[in-house]
């Protein structure tokens, strides 16, 4: 299993960003996957999750803001964020439960006011 995040960057308060992670290793299609997010001294927290066969769920913190999709032909997973914060500010990782966790290296998002 790979996973390769991308995407990450600064941008000010009110702006988006979206992160991409590529997939390979596993059946894709087949999966629930996940966006987690760190922000710094905090624990590792789940942002968004969308099935196999495309529902999504969404934390509070970031409901009506962000949107998980995914591209089963090209197996990459998105995460379009719009009206960023600075409370956003994390590395951002994709995440596959799949007999163990698999973890993505991670994306900086960094928004300043």
């Known amino acids: ?5 991308s995407g990450g960057g600064s941008v000010q308060a009110g702006g988006s960003l979206r992160l991409s992670c590529a997939a390979s290793g596993f059946m894709f299609r087949l999966n629930t996957m996940n966006w987690y997010r760190q922000a710094p001294g905090k624990e590792r927290d789940l942002v968004a999750t969308i099935t196999s066969d495309g529902n999504p ?5 970031v409901k009506g ?29 994709c995440n596959l439960n799949l007999r163990r966790e698999w973890w993505g290296q991670g994306t900086l998002v960094t928004v300043s006011n």
């Open 1 to 5: 299993v790979q996973l390769q995040a």
């Open 65 to 93: 803001r962000f949107t998980i999709s995914r591209d089963n032909v090209k197996k990459i997973l998105y995460l379009q964020m719009n009206g960023l914060k600075p409370e956003d500010t994390a590395v951002y990782y």
């Open 57 to 61: 769920n969404y934390a509070d913190s």
